[in-house]
T-cell receptor, first 115, second 112 residues
């Protein structure tokens, strides 16, 4: 158990809909990262937050957005869903932005199916 | 830009065989290097790491040595078990935003 929690575990929805995925980082971790994992694209970094502020953006679509709240939990919002958005979405957390790159600790993921 | 290249899978081995999964990288500066493992139906777990040249990371019988001269971080295990069947990801951490650059993953299947 990494200490990172994600809800829900599974999500099934229809095209055009909007969903929210939630992540609670490990106790003490200030950075949260979101990833998308699909069979054809592999593991794709979406976005990173540090202590409530956006720090880095990866291959995140404009239909997707995220935020990190004062209690450090984070939410990933996916809107106008398309079939191709079906994937596993992982959240990861790390301690802080220090001089070295710290490991990231992953949650169990949310499996999104868009029908 | 920074990048990681892993050997393509799937890799299929018999139990007790020797494992090598190759990982090479391109980076400016002095990156940190990681191996993660993803067991079926689970999230990624940190397997081992190395933060400077010639460092050897090790965990659960797996080892990888940070080789700056060959820009490599190959994963090895002397005797694999069926329970090692998983997908293995090599990752590089560098740059001001400290994000990780990921390889595509290598699937390993170990047969009894």
């Amino acid at each position: 158990d990494s200490g990172v929690t994600q809800t829900p575990k599974h999500l099934i929805t229809a095209t055009g809909q909007r969903v929210t995925l939630r992540c609670s980082p490990r106790s003490g971790d200030l950075s949260v990262y979101w990833y998308q994992q699909s069979l054809d694209q592999g593991l794709q970094f979406l976005i990173q937050y540090y202590n409530g502020e956006e720090r880095a953006k990866g291959n995140i679509l404009e239909r997707f957005s995220a935020q990190q709240f004062p209690d450090l939990h984070s939410e990933l919002n996916l809107s106008s869903l398309e079939l191709g958005d079906s994937a596993l979405y992982f959240c990861a957390s790390s301690v802080a932005l220090g001089l070295a790159v710290e490991p990231q600790y992953f949650g169990p993921g949310t499996r999104l199916t868009v029908l | 830009g920074d990048s990681v290249t892993q050997m393509e899978g799937p890799v299929t081995l018999s139990e007790e065989a020797f494992l090598t999964i190759n990982c090479t990288y391109t980076a400016t500066g002095y990156p940190s290097l990681f191996w993660y493992v993803q067991y079926p139906g689970e999230g990624l777990q940190l397997l081992l790491k190395a933060t400077k040249a010639d460092d050897k990371g090790s965990n659960k019988g797996f080892e990888a040595t940070y080789r700056k001269e060959t820009t490599s971080f190959h994963l090895e295990k002397g005797s694999v078990q069926v329970s090692d069947s998983a997908v293995y990801f090599c990752a590089l951490g560098a740059g001001n935003n400290r994000k990780l650059i990921w390889g595509l993953g290598t699937s390993l299947a170990v047969n009894p």
